[in-house]
């Protein structure tokens, strides 16, 4: 028998959150002086570390041992892409118009919902949906001055938001949590940390800044 906490599970889901606002904001502040694939492959090679570093002495192999390991590296490239997306979009666009267009994503999770994952969608959810999709038009409508790769940035991040999203449900059934977490992350440095050489700029960032590039590890590792 399965036992579900949808409190816990509401609350745990509102902490996400209230840390990815917060990094985004950082991302933000960071886009304007660096390159979003540097960001990214600090965030994802940080998170990268703290993770074997918490996880790894106790977990062992459990750590990198996966049933369904095609679909696990999917969705770590999903949320990769899904990160480059945003620093794109925050780099064209202000920080509340690029979340509002991310908001897109529960839609089109609502929709794949009952396809995919067998799950059966209410009438809150569609009008939880229908609402979500009601401020993005309101915010991203023609002749609102937001730059158009930006808000596409935006939509494809939504999008591939949206698959990450989806394979992390059907995945939490087979798949360790931590897992998931560290082929997240080791897929994301992999990635990122492939083309990053030639984004790197000459510019040293400060104490400050690189405060706030360990921030957007910790906050995206948490």
Known sequence: ????HPLRGVTCLLGGLLLFACMDTTV??????????????????????LIAAVFAPRQGRQLVETRRTAL??????????????????????????????????????????GPILGERVGWVGWTA??????GVLLIARPGAGLEP????????????????QLLSRLLAATERTRALLFYTALVGTLAVGAVVPWFLGDRAPTMAEIALFLLVSTLGTV
């Open 28 to 49: 933000k502040y960071l886009t304007a002086r660096y390159s979003v694939p540097l960001i990214f492959a600090v965030r994802y090679g940080v998170n990268l570390l």
């Open 129 to 134: 949906a229908v609402m979500g999709f009601s």
């Open 1 to 4: 028998m399965t036992h579900t």
């Open 72 to 113: 696990v590296l999917i969705r770590g490239a999903c949320l990769t892409a899904t990160s480059l997306a945003v620093g794109l979009a925050l780099k064209r666009m202000p920080v509340a118009e690029t979340t509002a267009i991310g908001y897109v994503a529960p839609i089109i999770i609502v929709l794949a919902a």
């Open 149 to 164: 790769f930006g808000v596409l940035c935006a939509l494809g991040a939504a999008g591939a938001n949206a698959c990450y």
